[in-house]
């Protein structure tokens, strides 16, 4: 079995400051570990992954997230928000090897004010 | 050019009609996937097909059937639709359905609303 706990449903930030979105991650197996964004209204779009390789993973936009298997947490980072940034982020789990299943978080609202 | 492609976007209908959903992708992929976003964004897998075989179904009620008529396409039909089919409905794909955290590509979304 795998989860993902998103801890936060709302986060605001002042653009400009650093954003931090927490996911802890729980699974039977080796997982891949992912964080997808969702703009309004947009589908989904892959930030960065983790497939058991470097553990901090560096994706786009200046996003990146760090991999501590002993914590099982997955955190999204940015140094600097940007209102573009407002969004709505998942952290998504699969199994490695395991038919590609993704089991997603409950999703993180990302608002960035002036 | 659209690699995940979706269509109708909106879609509005009366309960107890049936409604088809369609999904294409030009990215060569092998694997494909239905997924559904309720009302609270959370996303749930309901089916992925491999080449056009089915390998993922979750407990969706037998009124949603997938149809994969080449790997490319991967349509959903809903029958005897109900409120809370109400969602948003996503395709994605993947190169492959093993593969070591292989990326999933979604299209843009189905908003399904049922009257």
């Known amino acids: 079995a795998q989860s993902v706990t998103q801890l936060d449903s709302h986060v605001s930030v002042s653009e400009g400051t650093p954003v931090l979105l927490r996911c802890n991650y729980s699974?039977?197996?080796?997982?891949?570990l992912f964080w997808y964004v969702q703009h309004p209204n947009k589908g989904l779009q892959l930030l960065l992954k983790y497939t058991s390789a470097a553990t901090l993973v560096k994706g786009i936009n200046g996003f990146e997230a760090e991999f501590k298997k002993s914590e099982t947490s997955f955190h999204l980072t940015k140094p600097s928000a940007h209102m573009s940034d407002a969004a709505e982020y998942f952290c998504?789990?699969?199994?490695?090897?395991?038919?590609?299943?993704?089991?997603f978080g409950t999703g993180t609202q990302l608002k960035v004010e002036l | 050019d659209t690699a995940v492609s979706q269509t109708p976007k909106y879609l509005v209908t009366q309960m107890g009609n049936d409604k088809s959903i369609k999904c294409e992708q030009n990215l060569g992929h092998d694997t494909m996937y239905w997924y559904k976003q309720d009302s609270k964004k959370f996303l749930k897998i309901m089916f992925s097909y491999n080449n056009k075989e089915l390998i993922i179904n979750e407990t969706v009620p037998n009124r949603f059937s997938p149809k994969s008529p080449d790997k490319a396409h991967l349509n959903l039909h809903i029958n005897s639709l109900e409120l809370g089919d109400s969602a948003v409905y996503f395709c994605a794909s993947s190169l492959r359905t093993s593969g070591n955290g292989d990326e999933q590509f979604f299209g843009p979304g189905t908003r399904l609303t049922v009257l």
């Open positions: 998504v789990v699969s199994r490695t090897g395991g038919g590609n299943k993704l089991t």
């Open positions: 699974s039977s197996y080796s997982p891949s």
